[in-house]
Every structure is written in structure tokens, then in C-alpha cells.
């Protein structure tokens, strides 16, 4: 993608499959590496094994963690090793004696090692004349496991009589325990003891409103290599530290006490648990090496340990199962495989396809950044998460795509709360309810691009429920009469539940907030647009920036009617006869001008579907439809061009992205300074708000405002003071998150916006700065990957978790190499750069495409740089396909990609000339 950075310091690839290694990792702060399964285990390693183990919210078997813990708490796994005549050394490095060594020549060597989705680290005593290689990883699967495998070596020239002993907190329960009853919730623990470790059921799940008996239970496990089970276990913490000791100093290990035995069944009631678990003292020669395996398990009811340690508790078992995972996560990852001239970039670009995963299985929670949230994932997410699962896992998304439609209200909004089962979506009973303005924009933006890829235009015509709870008027009103019992069905007044077609939704979605307007008759702000921190304005505030995006909608829709038309032959749409009221071209038009004539009439609509609607449809003229859409779309974009343009002192110009809850225009250059938010560029120019000739004034705008060479493009610039007119974001320290921070999300959409416009080399210089600031680990210090967002000191924050991970993918699949659909057909049109090329003039991508895996590689006879070259012909698996050109690049029929056989993979050679 890119040219290969020099690292100074920090990871570097060792082979193609996105394998790193680092030295001295714990010498950078706030690292740690997810590992997870389908099953439900997520977990999170630091170099110092720090990190935390858990399978939900109410499930954590070690601690709860904020990023800050990783370095300052001392609960963490650990592994011991008593050394006869020399100490105590942890070979996970977390002895208050090698903490204290860290800035001394004294500390350990230590080399970490990473893949696709397993982690190692090397710790070596030099003084000791011993090596410790811990690997760690959660096997791929249904089980909540985690495995460790400890091989410790004698790396020195003396014999070494050793002592381990596996030290893992188990906290075994929810993390609102953390600060609710710590210590009334430990008296609940059972704590048994088996032949290989140590298991909590607490009896009973705390919860003030009603105490619930509990059935899950947490084990900490361990074998020797040969699947030899301990000595001895530690099963309460407060005697494995001893009076005056602490987890990183304890009294068991220091002073080498002797363990109680196993005893299979026994039980102890009360105290916080440890999984300690002490081995047999061994004599290790010089270069002899022993290993052991700790199995970390949460399951449903008490766990089978003998089934659990056949499967997981030797070496033979962690090995296999580690090459399963391996081959799992590269197999998941290689779907989409990037070759430029740049094998680093590429690599890179593994961990960003990675990301998306990350997210549908972490939500935004249990990483130790994202100390937040239930686990639950919001609106948005879900279906920006779908951008990505169009280009990984296609096969699942149409499915996913018409669940979600039925969390819409009839108002337009949607539910927010969204439950475990697809199509879930529960009712807020105890919060204020709050509606985002934006959260109607992306599901036709996701569904367009499912379109596209399929050509399945069917699915707007299916059929989905309503979501229905007691708000309505976008949470404006409260409907004493609801109660849960209804249920969360929309139904008619004959009480049946009411279903209308996609397309239906998608128009509700976008059409309500055209009448939904503020002051200055863009659409209102409501509770916050795609930045949650603009959360201050929801009276009077505007988002332009929105306003934009659902001209573009309004637009995208009227023409995808008119496909229908044309491709299906339709000639009516049948809508609720309700909506009508919002098609007003089509009965009463109103001035949309007026700002009180637009207010009234979704007053209008809102009493007529108030919760309920008649079950009547209207049957309409499918034309007639698509023209009040490119109608309304139309008034927008001239509207947003005449008034909300800022012409500039210096000669440019840029669109105002918003106003404040007193109605004041946000942006412009002011006595304090220039006001400038990047959201406010990114939606006119991905959309047709913005027109051809004021892109190149917002590029210059945003360069010479938002782009500061330390940290990339900025969110925005500083506006001083704290915004109460705005949002919480203006309270955060500038240059920190949704507060001018360069905030991955919005700028890989910059650059998505800018391949679009046609902008390639702009768009380039955007993607480039994004991968540079990510992998300048002296300053970003994190693993591969993109971040939420870069700080004002340069440090990579929120790491694997972010929506923009989505987006770069689709932005590298779609834009730069081109490949994309186009109502089910195959557009090429490659934006590829001079540097995107590799020496031989090719640079290929593998990738999903109408359900056949194929390789698309690009080989230019001449230029390689982008708008020099053109494609010239095209080998399908060496047979030359009959060139279709259209406006955008392209076409290769379905058919022909259907055709091909399901297995392997296929090759289109494009030539560039
Ligand atoms: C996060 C949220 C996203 C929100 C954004 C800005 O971004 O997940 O929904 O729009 O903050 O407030 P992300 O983590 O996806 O990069």
C-alpha cells in the first residue's frame, strides 16, 4: 500500500502472514493483544501477562481492567519459579523484584511474538541462567478456554532445582461486583479443589434486586507437559500472599511453603481465589527445558476437568490445538489479501481485516481501553460492522442486514437497545431514551453496497416487522399505555402486527428527518450525529453534515426506484398509506423553504402514526415516487451549497458542519480562530452535496486547517472552552478523541470520499498518513493495526475496536483496487498509485465476488502512476473477456463469475497499458 517504513524501534514482520516480533516489549506501556473465540471467550494479554479473562459482562474470571491496571494493578497471571539457593523469579516478569529492575541494566531480556491470534513471550534471567517461553492463546471454537503453555529452560551452565507455581486470580464473577460488594460478593464464593486445579461457583449472583442462585463457574487448571498433574494448590488468595505479601511478592513462593495437597471435591466457602497451583520440584540441566499447560475455563455449570484436561492439559494437546487456531484466523483473514510493492503494508493490512472480527466479538467492551459498555454493540456499529462482513463473510449478511431492519420505529428512528439473538431489539424502560440523528443515514449505505455487490434487488421488496416501544415522535413523546407485554411489534389498529417492505424502512429512515428540521432548516441534532460527544445541542442544534447525507440518500433511492423500474419492470411501490404525508409532492406539497410548513407536516404524519399504524397501504405511482425524492434531495444540495458554504479568507472554502444548541452558526473563521470540523466536509463530499467545483477548496481548506503533520487530519480545530451548547467532546483535552484528535473513522471515510471525487492521489496522501502514524511505534506504541484514534502525542488509542477498521477495507477492496459490484456485475477500476506497484508493475488483490474466490491482479506495460494508464484487456483464467465499458470503469458480467466453479481460486489478469 505504501513504502515500507524504517522502524527505529518496535515490531517487525518475520515472514508474509502478519507474524511480528518485538523486543523490550513491556518497555513501552499500554500494550496488549486480543484473544478470543466464536465461543464467547475474550481475553486480553499484555507483555507481562497482565490483561483480563472473560466471557460477558457478568463473567469475568480474572479482574475487570482499565488500560491503567495493566501497569499499576498486581493482579495478574503469573508464573513462579522458587529457585533453591537463589530467589524468586516470575517468568511472566511480574515480581516486585523485576519491576523494580526495569529502567537497570539488571532487567530481563524479553522478546515478544505475535500472529493471527497467538502470543508468546521470551523472558530470560541472564543472572539466573534461565529462559521461560510462555505462549498463549483461546482455542478457536465453542469452548471458553484460555491455554498457557510454560517451557522453561536452563539457559545458564549450572544445574537448576526449581519450584513453579502457577498463580492466576480468579475473581469468577460480574464486573459490577468491582465497586458493588467486592467483599460481601467474595462470601458467596465455593471454592473446589480437584486433582488439577482450582474452580469458583459462587453460590448465588449478587444483584440487589434480587439475588439469583448462579451456576457459572471459573477453573484455573494445570499439567505438566506429559499431562502430570500438581502437587499442591493454593486455592484462597489471602493465604497464597500471606499476611504483609501482595500478588507480586508472595509469601507462598517466596518463602516456598508447601502447597495443601489436591484433594479431589473439597470445598472451601468465603475469600477471594486463586488458581495457585504449585508443581513438583525438578532439577533441570544446563540446555534441558520442562513445560507446563494452565487451562483458564469458564463454563455454564460446573466443569468437567478430566474432559477438560483430556482435550487441552498436556503439550501434545495445546500444540494441536494452537495450529487449528492458527489456521482458523489466517484462513478467516486471508479472504481478502492485499500484494503491492510493499509486503510491510500488506501485512498491515491483515490486522486491519482482523479488526472487523474483533469488533462483531468484542462489541466495544472487554478490551482493556473499551471500560465501558456491556458488551452490547449500538446501532451504528452493527451496521457499519456489516461493511466489512459484505467483503469477509458475505454468505451470512443478507440475513443480518433484514434482522436488523426490524429494530426501525415507524417514526424513523430505531431502538438502540439491541439483544443477543439477531433481529432483537428490546425496549428502554429504565433511561431516558435518546435518539441519534445519524442512525437512519447508514442502513442504506450498507444496504446499497449489499446491492451492489449482489445484485439481489428482491430484498428491498421483502417483507419486516416494526420496531414499537412507548416512545414516539423520535422520542418526543411517551406512551403512558405501552407496557412490555405488548411486545415490541408494531401493529395495525386491528392489533396485527403490521410488516412493511425494506424499502419502506430505508424511505421512513430518510424521509422523516427531511421534515425534522432546526432553525436554519437543516436536520435537527437530536441526542448526537455520528460523533457521540456532540451530545449538548438536541434543542436547537443542526447537524449540516448529516444534512448532507441524507440529501445523498434521498438522491441514491430515487435513482434505485427508478432501477427497479427499469431492471424489475415495477411500476407501483405499496407504502403505508400514512407515509404519503411525507411524499407530499404526491398529494399536499408543501414549501420547503418554510421551516414551520415542514415542522407541521411530520406533526401531521407522527399524529397519523402515532405507535400504530391503519394497515392500509398506499399503492403508488413508482415514478411519481422517485421524483419527490430526487426533489427534496435536489432543494437539499442547493440549500447546503447557498447557505451553508464558508468562503474563506484565504481563498477557499469549506461547508459549516453544524449549529449549536443557541442556534449560532459552529464554523467559520472567528476573532478566536478558525472553527473547522472534518465531519462537515467528509458527507458532502462523499455523497453530491458538495459540487465538483468546491472539492478542491475543501481539500486546500482541510490541509491548511485540520492536517497537522505530528498527529494526521484532524477531527476539528480547536474551538476553546467547553462547548455546553454542543457536546461533552469540547470538555475533553484538545488534540484527545472526539476532540481534534485524528480519529481514524472520520479520516478513512475523508479518504474514501476523496477516491470517489475522483481525488486519487489526495485520497492516497490521506490512507498513507493513516498507516504511517499507526506503525511509527516510538510514537504510537501499538501493535499492527488502526486505532480509534491518534492523541496529541502521537500514542495509537482504543486499539483493535473501531469502526474504521470497516472502512478501510472496504475503502482498500472498493476504491483503491477497484473491485466492487455494481448491481450484482463486477466493476474494475483500479486507483491505484505509483507506490502501490510493485518493481514488476503488478500489485493483486484476492478477494470474495459473487461467492467464488478471485484474484484480480494488475499489470501495467507503461505508467504505473494513477490517471496515466487504462485497462486494456482482461484474461479470465487465461481466456480473454469481451471489454464492457461504462462510466465508472469496467464490467465484467455475474454470470461469467458465477459460472466459475466454487472451489480454488481464479485468476483475472488485467493489463494496464
Ligand atoms: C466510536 C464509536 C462510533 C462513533 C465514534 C465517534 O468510533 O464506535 O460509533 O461514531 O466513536 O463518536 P469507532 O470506535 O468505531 O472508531
Known amino acids: 500500500m505504501v513504502q515500507t517504513q524504517k522502524q527505529k524501534h518496535g515490531w517487525r514482520f518475520t515472514g508474509t502472514n502478519g507474524d511480528f516480533k518485538l523486543e523490550q516489549p513491556e518497555s513501552s506501556s499500554y500494550l496488549y493483544f486480543p484473544l478470543v473465540n466464536e465461543g464467547g471467550m475474550m481475553s486480553s494479554v499484555s507483555p507481562k501477562l497482565h490483561g483480563q479473562v472473560a466471557s460477558g459482562h457478568n463473567t469475568f474470571l480474572t479482574p475487570p481492567l482499565s488500560v491503567e491496571d495493566l501497569h499499576n494493578s498486581r493482579a495478574s497471571r503469573n508464573f513462579w519459579i522458587h529457585l533453591e539457593g537463589q530467589g524468586v523469579w516470575s517468568a511472566a516478569g511480574n ?70 507455581t502457577a498463580a492466576i486470580p480468579l475473581y469468577a464473577r460480574s464486573a459490577d461486583d468491582l465497586r458493588d460488594h467486592r467483599h460481601v460478593t467474595s462470601l458467596l464464593h465455593r471454592t473446589y479443589t480437584s486433582a488439577y486445579g482450582v474452580e469458583v461457583q459462587p453460590a448465588l449472583s449478587f444483584d440487589e434486586r434480587g439475588h439469583r442462585i448462579n451456576h457459572t463457574s471459573y477453573g484455573v487448571f494445570g499439567a505438566e507437559g506429559n499431562g502430570a498433574g500438581p502437587v499442591g494448590l493454593f486455592p484462597v488468595q489471602e493465604q497464597f500472599i500471606g499476611e504483609g505479601g501482595s500478588l507480586d511478592w508472595p509469601e507462598a513462593v517466596v518463602l516456598n511453603t508447601e502447597a495443601a495437597e489436591a484433594v479431589d471435591g473439597a470445598a472451601l466457602e468465603g475469600y477471594e481465589a486463586i488458581g495457585g497451583i504449585r508443581f513438583a520440584q525438578v532439577i533441570l540441566q544446563p540446555g534441558a527445558s520442562k513445560s507446563y499447560v494452565l487451562v483458564l475455563a469458564i463454563d455454564e455449570d460446573r466443569i468437567d476437568v478430566p474432559v477438560l484436561m483430556e482435550r487441552y492439559g498436556s503439550e501434545t494437546g495445546f500444540d494441536s490445538h494452537l495450529k487449528q487456531t492458527q489456521a482458523f484466523w489466517a484462513d478467516k483473514v486471508n479472504t481478502v489479501q492485499f500484494e503491492t510493492g510493499d509486503s510491510a ?238 411524499l407530499d409532492t404526491l398529494g399536499e406539497a408543501i414549501d420547503y423553504e418554510s421551516i414551520s410548513g415542514k415542522l407541521s407536516r411530520l406533526e401531521a404524519y407522527y399524529s397519523a402514526a402515532a405507535n400504530e399504524v391503519s394497515g392500509n397501504k398506499a399503492v403508488l405511482e413508482i415514478g411519481r415516487v422517485a421524483a419527490d425524492l430526487a426533489g427534496k434531495a435536489e432543494w437539499m444540495f442547493e440549500h447546503l451549497r447557498s447557505s451553508e458554504w464558508i468562503t474563506s479568507t484565504s481563498g477557499d472554502g469549506w461547508f459549516n458542519g453544524y449549529y449549536n444548541n443557541d442556534a449560532e452558526r459552529v464554523e467559520g473563521e472567528f476573532a478566536a480562530g478558525v ?34 503533520p505530528n498527529i494526521g487530519y484532524r477531527l476539528n480545530t480547536r474551538f476553546g472552552g467547553i462547548q455546553q451548547n454542543l457536546g461533552r467532546a469540547f470538555g475533553f483535552a484538545f488534540g484527545h ?13 475523508y479518504a474514501n470520499a476523496l477516491y470517489k471525487r475522483g481525488y486519487v492521489q489526495e485520497g492516497y496522501k490521506v490512507l498513507d498518513s493513516l498507516y504511517r502514524l499507526s506503525t511509527d511505534f516510538e510514537r504510537s506504541r501499538m501493535y499492527p493495526g488502526i486505532p480509534e484514534y491518534i492523541n496529541e502525542q502521537g500514542r495509537g488509542m482504543y486499539t483493535y475496536l473501531t469502526g474504521s477498521a470497516s472502512w478501510l477495507l472496504l475503502t482498500m477492496v472498493n476504491e483503491v483496487f477497484g473491485v466492487k459490484g455494481l448491481l450484482g456485475d463486477l466493476l474494475l477500476a483500479p486507483k491505484l498509485v505509483k507506490q502501490q506497484f510493485g518493481p514488476d508493475g503488478t500489485a493483486s488483490i484476492e478477494t470474495l465476488f459473487a461467492d467464488r474466490r478471485l484474484r484480480v491482479v494488475y499489470k501495467a506495460a507503461g505508467s504505473v502512476e494513477y490517471g496515466e494508464y487504462q485497462i486494456q484487456s482482461v484474461l479470465l483464467n487465461g481466456s480473454e473477456v469481451t471489454l464492457q465499458r461504462v462510466e465508472e470503469g469496467l464490467l465484467i458480467e455475474r454470470r461469467l463469475i458465477a459460472a466459475l466453479s466454487a472451489e480454488g481460486i481464479h485468476c483475472l489478469e488485467v493489463e494496464l497499458v
Open 95 to 164: 515480581s516486585a523484584k523485576q519491576n523494580a529492575e526495569v529502567y537497570t541494566d539488571e532487567a530481563d531480556p524479553v522478546e515478544l511474538e505475535a500472529g493471527l491470534l497467538w502470543h508468546r513471550v521470551t523472558r530470560s534471567s541472564l543472572q539466573l541462567g534461565i529462559t521461560a517461553e510462555i505462549t498463549s492463546f483461546v482455542p478457536c471454537g465453542q469452548d471458553r478456554v484460555e491455554l498457557m503453555k510454560v517451557t522453561l529452560k536452563n539457559s545458564g551452565s549450572e544445574p537448576l532445582e526449581l519450584t513453579p
Open 737 to 749: 478523541k472526539e476532540n481534534g484528535a485524528m480519529f481514524s473513522h472520520m479520516t478513512v471515510m
Open 345 to 582: 503494508a500488506d501485512q498491515w493490512m491483515k490486522w486491519v481485516t482482523l479488526q472487523p472480527v474483533l469488533r462483531r466479538l468484542y462489541g466495544n467492551s472487554f478490551l482493556p481501553y473499551h471500560d465501558y459498555g456491556r458488551g452490547g454493540r449500538g446501532w451504528r456499529d452493527l451496521w457499519q460492522d456489516c461493511l466489512a462482513l459484505l467483503i469477509m463473510e458475505p454468505g451470512e449478511v443478507r440475513s443480518l442486514l433484514l434482522n436488523n431492519y426490524a429494530g426501525v420505529r415507524i417514526d424513523g428512528s430505531n431502538a438502540t437497545i439491541i439483544g443477543q439473538q439477531p433481529g432483537e431489539f428490546i425496549a428502554d424502560r429504565n433511561n431516558i431514551p435518546r435518539v441519534w440523528m445519524d442512525h437512519g443515514a447508514w442502513p442504506f449505505l450498507t444496504t446499497l453496497l449489499y446491492l451492489n455487490q449482489s445484485g439481489d434487488l428482491e430484498f428491498l421488496l421483502q417483507e419486516q416487522t416494526y420496531f414499537r416501544d412507548a416512545f414516539s415522535s423520535r422520542c418526543k413523546q411517551r406512551n403512558p399505555d405501552w407496557s412490555a407485554a405488548d411486545g415490541s411489534d408494531l401493529r395495525t389498529a386491528a392489533g396485527e402486527i403490521y410488516k412493511g417492505t425494506i424499502l419502506e424502512h430505508i424511505l421512513l429512515q430518510n424521509l422523516v428527518p427531511f421534515f425534522n428540521v432546526g432553525e436554519h432548516n437543516n436536520i435537527l441534532l437530536e441526542g448526537a450525529d455520528w460523533n457521540d460527544g456532540l451530545d449538548m445541542g438536541a434543542q436547537r442544534g443542526e447537524s449540516v453534515a448529516f444534512t448532507s447525507f441524507y440529501a445523498s440518500n434521498l438522491l441514491e433511492i430515487s435513482r434505485l426506484l427508478d432501477t427497479l423500474q427499469q431492471r424489475k419492470g415495477l411500476k407501483t411501490v405499496e407504502l403505508a398509506e400514512e407515509m404519503v404525508l411525507l
Open 675 to 708: 472553527r473547522m470540523t472534518l465531519t462537515g466536509q467528509v458527507f458532502p463530499l462523499l455523497g453530491a452535496a458538495a459540487a465538483p467545483e468546491q472539492v478542491p477548496q475543501i481539500i486546500a481548506a482541510v490541509e491548511r486547517n485540520l492536517l497537522d
